[in-house]
C-alpha cells in the first residue's frame, strides 16, 4: 500500500512553465543501449551546433533556468557533445550530462570538464540491456554505480546523480539503491527513482486521438501490448524507503496538472556520513533554499556543487533556527555523538532523494501529467514535454486518451 502523504505538510516547490531551473536539451536520438521503457526512438539522428543553438535562444526567450540538461538519446554519442558543453556554460548555465554512462571514459570526463561541464546525471539499472551485466539485479548493478561515482569523483568537483526506473519486479530493491547511495554519500548528491510508465495497448480500454484524427499509437516507442503493472506511485517508493529508513519523509513535490494531491515530483533531503543518516531536512528549508536563490540569482536551484553539499553540519546549524524537522535532525546528530563521537570530525553531507511519478491517466482519459515540469524540450519553437515528444513528431500534437466504453457510448448516441 503507497504511503499517506498530505501534500499540504510539503513544500509545494514554485516551479511553471516560464521560471524553473531546468531546460531538457536533446542534442542527438542515437544510443548505445536499449533501455525498458524507454520514449526516444533510437534513431542516428544529431542535431548541428546551429539547431541546438537555436533552441538554446528559445529556452532563453521563454524561460528563466539554472541547468541544462542534456540528453537524448545519449547525448555522448553527439561528436560535438564536448562544443555544445561548452557553448551552455558560456550562456552562463550549468551543462548537466544526462548519460548512460556506457561511452564515458576519463579522457572524455576531463574534456567535457575543461569545457565547462558543471556535472552529470547517470541513469543506471538491470534493464538497459548492458551486455556485460546480462541477468544482474539492482544490488549488483551497484557495482557499476560506484564505479561510475569514483570515475566522476576522481575528475573533480562535478555533480554527480543518478536515475533509476522503478520497475515492479524492481520496486523492492530500492532500499538497497538508497543504502548504496548513503555509502557513497561523500560522492554522489543525488538519487533518482523515476517510474515505470508506458502507452498500454493489451487492454483495449482506451481509443487515441490526435485532433480530430483517431491514430493508431503502436508505431510508437513507448507503447506496448504486454500487460504491465502501470499503478506504482509515488507513495508506493516512499513505502519502500521506509521499509529501510522509518524516518524517511519527502519535504517538497511538485503535483500533477489535475490532481493537486498527486505526487508528480518528490523530493528529500537527508544529511548524514557514510555510516550513519542523522535525519532529513522540512519544508521550510527547502522554501529557503528555493526562495534566497532565485532571491539572489533571479532563478531556481538545481544541482548544487559538490562543496556546497558537502556543509552538512552548516546545514543543521543554520536549518535550526527556523526548521522544525532539521532541528531535530540536528538534536538527533548530537544525540548520537554519545556512541558516535567521531561524527564530530568526520564530515557530513547533504544528499537529495528524489521520486518522478510520469504520466497517470485517469479513469475519464485526463492525462495527469507534472505541473511545473522541468524536463521540457523544444519543438517548433515551443516548450513542450520531453518524454511525449514522440507523438508531436508522429502526430503534430499530443494524442489524447478516450475511454471505449465512453466513445462506444457518444458514437451510439449520435
Known amino acids: 500500500m503507497a504511503a499517506s502523504i498530505d501534500h499540504r505538510q510539503l513544500y509545494r516547490l514554485p516551479w511553471n512553465l516560464a521560471d524553473n531551473p531546468i531546460v531538457w536539451l536533446e542534442p542527438t536520438d542515437q544510443c548505445n543501449l ?34 541544462v540538461s542534456i540528453a ?48 552529470l546525471t547517470l541513469h543506471v539499472d538491470s534493464k538497459q540491456g548492458r551486455p556485460e551485466w546480462k541477468g544482474a539485479d539492482e544490488i549488483r548493478m551497484n557495482e557499476l554505480r560506484s564505479t561510475y561515482a569514483e570515475m566522476v569523483a576522481s575528475a573533480g568537483d562535478l555533480a554527480c546523480s543518478f536515475n533509476s526506473t522503478v ?11 538508497v543504502e548504496w547511495a548513503q555509502r557513497e554519500i561523500d560522492k554522489v ?28 499509437i503502436e508505431q510508437l516507442v513507448y507503447a506496448e501490448k504486454e500487460k504491465r503493472r502501470l499503478d506504482i506511485l509515488a507513495g508506493d517508493v516512499v513505502e519502500q524507503i521506509h521499509s529501510a529508513d522509518p524516518a524517511f519523509q519527502p519535504s517538497a513535490y511538485l503535483n500533477g496538472t489535475e490532481r493537486p494531491d498527486s505526487f508528480k515530483w518528490l523530493l528529500s533531503l537527508r544529511i548524514g556520513n557514510k555510516r550513519r543518516i542523522f535525519g532529513y531536512v522540512g519544508a521550510r528549508w527547502m522554501e529557503a533554499t528555493q526562495s534566497f536563490h532565485h532571491l539572489v540569482r533571479g532563478r531556481y536551484l538545481a544541482y548544487p556543487a559538490p562543496a556546497t553539499t558537502a556543509h ?6 543554520l536549518g535550526s533556527a527556523f526548521d522544525s524537522r532539521t532541528r531535530a535532525t ?76 465512453l466513445h462506444v457510448a457518444a458514437a451510439a448516441s449520435r
Request: hydrophobic share 35%.
Open 189 to 216: 548528491q543525488t538519487v533518482v527513482f523515476i517510474i515505470f510508465r508506458h502507452a498500454d495497448l493489451s487492454s483495449g480500454d482506451w481509443d487515441y486521438w490526435a485532433g480530430d484524427r483517431k491514430v493508431h
Open 72 to 119: 537524448g538519446g545519449d547525448p555522448l554519442m553527439h561528436p560535438e557533445v564536448v562544443e555544445i558543453v561548452r557553448r551552455i556554460r558560456e550562456r552562463g548555465a550549468k551543462p548537466i550530462l544526462n548519460t548512460n554512462g556506457h561511452a564515458l571514459s576519463r579522457e572524455l570526463l576531463r574534456e567535457l570538464k575543461a569545457a565547462g561541464l558543471f556535472g
Open 312 to 317: 552538512g553540519k552548516g546545514i543543521l546549524t
Open 330 to 405: 540536528a538534536l538527533r546528530f548530537g544525540a548520537g555523538l554519545l556512541r558516535h563521537p567521531l561524527d564530530l570530525a568526520r564530515s557530513a553531507y547533504a544528499q537529495t532523494i528524489a521520486i518522478i511519478q510520469p504520466i497517470d491517466i485517469l479513469a475519464d482519459g485526463a492525462q495527469n501529467m507534472c505541473d511545473g515540469c522541468p524536463d521540457v524540450t523544444v519543438y517548433d519553437g515551443r516548450l513542450v514535454w520531453s518524454c511525449r515528444l514522440e507523438e508531436l513528431r508522429n502526430y503534430g500534437q499530443f494524442a489524447r486518451t478516450v475511454p471505449r466504453v
Open 34 to 67: 536499449k533501455c525498458d521503457g524507454c520514449y526516444r526512438k533510437n534513431r542516428p539522428a544529431h542535431k548541428s551546433l546551429t539547431e541546438i543553438d537555436g533552441d538554446l535562444d528559445v529556452f532563453e526567450r521563454l524561460r528563466r533556468f539554472d541547468s
Open 167 to 177: 520497475y515492479p519486479d524492481t520496486l523492492h530493491h530500492v532500499p538497497d539503491i
